[in-house]
């Protein structure tokens, strides 16, 4: 399975993509805080239906591919728009990994290659940008990892 996960990566530019998005946005001492609301009016704004987890102030939507789940986590404090993928079939974990992680599996100098290892929102318009572009990296990994799962 890692092995498929690492081939959609590098099908989607994962890393690259990412690394980007954290070095155009990586205002540390300006992140802004954000409400439920400002986050999820974007979210909306992308045609994404999430389910809001109020305990943890995260967005979670579930992708179910052939027999397992990928799960997208969106969580956001003090500007940092943090994302993660829990990816597990049944009870066993596949990957449960940060962006940073997943973009590791690709580019092991990922770390090199950014100051801070998420986008930092100042403002709307940046939580804006960071959301479209990290909903659309999502849509990407999974739409390929669709069709990587088609074939078996």
Known sequence: ???KIVYVLNKIDFANRYI????NFLDFNNGMNFTKHDVLDV??????DMKFISKEKLFIKDYFIKGFT??????YKNGFIDCMYWIFKNEVTILNESFRGVSLLQDTEFNDK???RFPIATNIDDLQQI???LLSLNNDFISELNIEYLDE
Not at 20 to 23: A, E, H, I, S
Not at 43 to 48: Q, S, T, Y
Request: some cysteine; charged content about 20%.
């Open 1 to 3: 399975m890692k092995n």
């Open 70 to 75: 990928a799960r997208l986590i969106i969580g």
């Open 43 to 48: 979210i909306i704004d992308n045609n994404v």
């Open 20 to 23: 980007t998005l954290c070095n």
């Open 131 to 133: 959301l479209k572009e």
């Open 114 to 116: 950014v100051l801070f």
